[in-house]
T-cell receptor, first 117, second 112 residues
Framework: DVKVTQSSRYLVKRTGEKVFLECVQD?????MFWYRQDPGLGLRLIYFSYDVKMKEKGDIPEGYSVSREKKERFSLILESASTNQTSMYLCASSFYRGSSSYNSPLHFGNGTRLTVT | SQQGEEDPQALSIQEGENATMNCSYK?????LQWYRQNSGRGLVHLILIRSNEREKHSGRLRVTLDTSKKSSSLLITASRAADTASYFCATDRETSGSRLTFGEGTQLTVNP
């Protein structure tokens, strides 16, 4: 089974801190994604990556950056955490299948619930 | 507004009954996927239906897709208490650069 592991289940940080959320997958997937999930807003895509050292902005990239130095690891960085970044963060990965890359399902980690005080 | 919108937002049924959830979307898609999320956990993929397919089955799950109405439905037959979860549809829009967009989900409660 594919395993997507997020380093922390719960995290509490102070406003202004730099926060790193780590995600590792063990199935050699090309694609990796970061979503945040908020009540009433569903899942929103922050950033995604199709390959090592490659990144693309999602729908809500402001206040975030990402790093993909190795294929199996995709990090989400909050440069200066703010209270409106309190949320559930979900990492996912999938196979790349040519032009139909989204015809492969996403495999999600269990999420990191981040609270910024 | 969301590309995929589920309806109803919440559904409560008795064990053994069928549960139907609907998803509507606005733009043309390559495929539509359904996911399930247990409380406090990540999402788990249930089923994918391509734009040229009309119906798909997987165990107690039946998914239909009507591209003319831009809608899909997920039917869970003979529901169990363990089916209690949130269910999300996600679309891969033709013009999105293959971004997967999720709806807000339907919270299903199956009462024993």
């Amino acid at each position: 089974d594919v395993k997507v592991t997020q380093s922390s289940r719960y995290l509490v940080k102070r406003t202004g801190e730099k926060v790193f959320l780590e995600c590792v997958q063990d199935m050699d997937h090309e694609n990796m994604f970061w979503y945040r999930q908020d009540p009433g807003l569903g899942l929103r895509l922050i950033y995604f990556s199709y390959d090592v050292k490659m990144k693309e902005k999602g729908d809500i990239p402001e206040g975030y950056s990402v790093s993909r130095e190795k294929k199996e690891r995709f990090s989400l960085i909050l440069e200066s955490a703010s209270t409106n970044q309190t949320s559930m963060y979900l990492c996912a990965s999938s196979f790349y299948r040519g032009s139909s890359s989204y015809n492969s399902p996403l495999h999600f980690g269990n999420g990191t619930r981040l609270t910024v005080t | 507004s969301q590309q995929g919108e589920e309806d109803p937002q919440a559904l409560s049924i008795q064990e053994g009954e069928n549960a139907t959830m609907n998803c509507s979307y606005k733009t043309s898609i390559n495929n539509l996927q359904w996911y399930r999320q247990n409380s406090g956990r990540g999402l788990v993929h249930l089923i994918l239906i391509r734009s040229n397919e009309r119906e798909k089955h997987s165990g107690r799950l039946r998914v239909t897709l009507d591209t003319s109405k831009k809608s899909s439905s997920l039917l869970i037959t003979a529901s169990r208490a363990a089916d209690t979860a949130s269910y999300f549809c996600a679309t891969d829009r033709e013009t999105s650069g293959s971004r997967l967009t999720f709806g807000e989900g339907t919270q299903l409660t199956v009462n024993p």
